[in-house]
Nanobody
Framework: QVQLVESGGGLVQAGDSLRLSCAASGRTDAMGWFRQAPGKERVFVAALSWSHTNTYYADSVQGRFTISRDYAKNTLYLQMNRLKPEDAAVYYC??????????????????WGKGTLVTVSS
């Protein structure tokens, strides 16, 4: 069983940066971040594969967010720069034993963390 624990959320101002972390137990291949704003569905943010040859970003965060992975620590990161009020949401770490595929952006992944809240004030 894979367990995922997110950290790093908080309250920031628009334009600030924040880095989220996700500590994973167990071996996974694809890992990613999704977010859910109040009253909205959970949506894809970014994902990468074990080999790091494939990365995907949502159009809304492309160029501002960077996903990365520390294999030694089995930890996933999301560096978020130039944050906007519309980035405010609960951010969920996700992982899958399968290699990263395009359908994961829509269908999600096998394992989920409990989420970390990001609040962006204007």
């Amino acid at each position: 069983q894979v367990q995922l624990v997110e950290s790093g959320g908080g309250l920031v101002q628009a334009g600030d940066s924040l880095r989220l972390s996700c500590a994973a137990s167990g071996r996974t291949d694809a890992m990613g971040w999704f977010r859910q704003a109040p009253g909205k569905e959970r949506v894809f943010v970014a994902a990468l594969s074990w080999s790091h040859t494939n990365t995907y970003y949502a159009d809304s965060v492309q160029g501002r967010f960077t996903i990365s992975r520390d294999y030694a620590k089995n930890t996933l990161y999301l560096q978020m720069n130039r944050l906007k009020p519309e980035d405010a949401a609960v951010y969920y770490c996700a992982a899958d034993r399968a290699p990263l595929g395009a359908t994961m952006r829509v269908k999600g992944m096998e394992y989920w963390g409990k989420g970390t809240l990001v609040t962006v004030s204007s």
